[in-house]
């Protein structure tokens, strides 16, 4: 069926969409929803908590939230105490009140005007409530292949009695560090316990964080008729392969980003839906266009990752030593000590630097690393970036912070070899040679161009429409959830 044919003729389906309510999570799903909605003729009800929906309409207005024919938005509170703040929640609070939702997201379910087909989601509370309500139900990971291969492993790591570790602070600069597990199936050889998530690098038997993650896990493996990547098969074609023979049914379905470049003129409504729970500056767009094609340094952790004071200090004059000029997002709870992170920037370094700075609260990234004028991406790692950046082919920085951010560091630099890794104790000099590096005429900068033009190529070519994810969309919808679950297969 063609994608207008079915956007025109298909009816009852009706597609729920609950993430895991952060911006890296919301984004993607958002994307894939548009997805569903434009060119496959899905209804959505897209499923925010009421923290979010509130950032969301203080970000982009009061009509953010309006929907359009045929996909509305809903809310529901996420169990934690309310906070009007502009900043990421806490992340372990947030997992470990995920049971909270699911009540709110049954009682949803029941009272939506048309029936739900199918859901989708990535929190397990939420795929156990849509199972246990008859309903069919999928995973979307917003994260590569392969770090969630990571995560699935880490049953393997405690049931081998390599976690919890042996105590405490073993992790990244102890012994732990340079321990390479060959056994690890999927994996390129040299894999360390530090290229693990960090949920699991826990010395403590009882840690929440571990218990989550390998009951997340768990439920990923047993509960949704499929899980739907953000990614592409030739990226994560190993991990993909080595899971397929222990998950549901796979589908890689990215970049997202490309998938709806390619849907865009389709005469789909949905334009306007957008995700960004800060307001972005475009104005720094402006600041882009007065500098010289691939003279800029972006530099940006994501919606959460938080530096130390002297972390950022070191950074700072990493870019200032550099020469570079630099656009640096900075958000307000960017420092891990809840002060402003402006007024830890020295003044010599303002000073130094006033000429060819832009630093900003949150800017819209996608432009951003499309610019002509972005050299180089100095990032945290997350998934949304690094696709982002390989899209852009903009050679990355990278300096990661937690969860699956190791695990993608380390395919970025060294399967993908589209990246320079600093890291962990980061010091000024450390980022400035790293920075000359892939801004310069180094070899190693040159073979990172090289390789992102071969990746970024390999993208494009999966998001057209006779691409590998375009197919892959097309068969899980057909496949999956436009299929009602199978009888019988409704018990927790
Ligand atoms: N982002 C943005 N503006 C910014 C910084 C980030 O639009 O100033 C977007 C970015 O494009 C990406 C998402 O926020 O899509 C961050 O997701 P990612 O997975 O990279 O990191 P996380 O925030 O989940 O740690």
Redesign the pocket.
Same mark, same amino acid.
């Given at each position: 069926m063609s994608t207008l044919q079915a956007a025109a003729g298909v009816e009852k389906r009706h597609a729920v969409f609950f993430p895991f309510p952060?911006?890296?999570?919301v984004?993607p799903a958002l994307q894939l929803a548009k997805l569903l909605h434009r060119c496959h003729g899905f209804q959505v009800t897209f499923v925010h908590t009421e923290h979010n929906r509130r950032r969301l309409l203080r970000s982009r207005g009061p009509g953010a939230l309006a929907g359009v024919p045929g996909f509305r938005f809903a809310a529901v509170p996420d169990g934690l105490p309310e906070s009007d703040a502009d900043a990421a929640q806490d992340m372990s609070a947030l997992l470990s009140t995920t049971e909270a939702l699911a009540p709110h997201f049954r009682s949803l379910v029941s009272g939506l005007p048309s029936p739900v087909s199918c859901v989708v989601s990535d929190i397990e509370h939420i795929l156990y409530a849509a199972k246990d309500m008859g309903l069919q139900c999928v995973t979307f990971w917003?994260t590569s292949a392969c770090s969630f291969m990571m995560y699935q492993l880490c049953q393997r790591l405690v049931d081998m009695g390599i976690v919890p570790l042996r105590e405490a602070g073993q992790l990244r600069n102890g012994c732990m560090d340079s321990t390479v597990l060959d056994w690890v199936p999927g994996m390129p050889k040299g894999i360390c316990l530090k290229d693990f998530p960090d949920f699991v690098l826990t010395a403590d038997p009882d840690d929440a964080m571990l218990k989550v993650a390998l009951r997340s896990m768990a439920c990923h493996r047993t509960t949704p008729s499929a899980v739907i990547f953000h990614t592409f098969d030739e990226i994560d074609r190993e991990a993909i392969a080595t899971m397929s023979t222990f998950l549901p049914k796979i589908y890689a379905v990215g970049p997202l980003p490309l998938l709806l470049g390619q849907a865009s003129g389709t005469g789909g409504v949905g334009d306007t839906l957008e995700s +960004?729970l800060?307001r =972005?500056n475009h104005a720094c767009l402006e600041w882009l266009n007065g500098r010289r094609p691939n003279s800029v340094v972006y530099v940006?952790f994501?919606?959460?990752?938080t530096l130390t004071s002297e972390q950022l200090v070191e950074l700072a004059w990493g870019l200032a030593n550099s020469k570079q000029d630099f656009l640096w997002?900075m958000r307000d709870d960017q420092v891990n000590n809840g002060g402003d992170p402006a007024a830890v920037l020295p003044p010599e370094f303002l000073e130094e630097t006033k000429a060819r700075r832009y630093v900003?609260r949150?800017?819209?990234?996608?432009a951003v690393l499309q610019h002509e004028a972005t050299g180089a991406f100095l990032?945290?790692c997350?998934? +949304?970036?690094?696709l =982002?950046s390989v899209c852009a082919g903009v050679p990355m920085l990278c300096w990661p912070f937690g969860a699956d951010?190791y695990t993608n560091a380390r395919y970025a630099c060294s399967e993908w070899r589209v990246g320079l890794e600093i890291g962990g104790d980061v010091k000024r000099d450390e980022v400035e040679a790293a920075i000359r590096e892939v801004m310069g005429e180094g070899e190693k900068g040159k073979e990172i161009r090289r390789m992102l033009n071969e990746w970024k190529e390999k993208a494009i070519v999966a998001a057209q429409p006779s691409g590998s994810s375009w197919v892959n969309l097309e068969k899980v919808v057909n496949e999956v959830l436009t299929v009602p679950p199978a009888k019988g297969d409704t018990e927790i």
């Open positions: 952060a911006q890296g999570h984004k917003i +960004n800060s =972005e940006s994501g919606s959460i990752a997002v900003t949150w800017c819209p990234q996608e990032t945290h997350g998934w +949304n970036s690094v =982002e951010q």
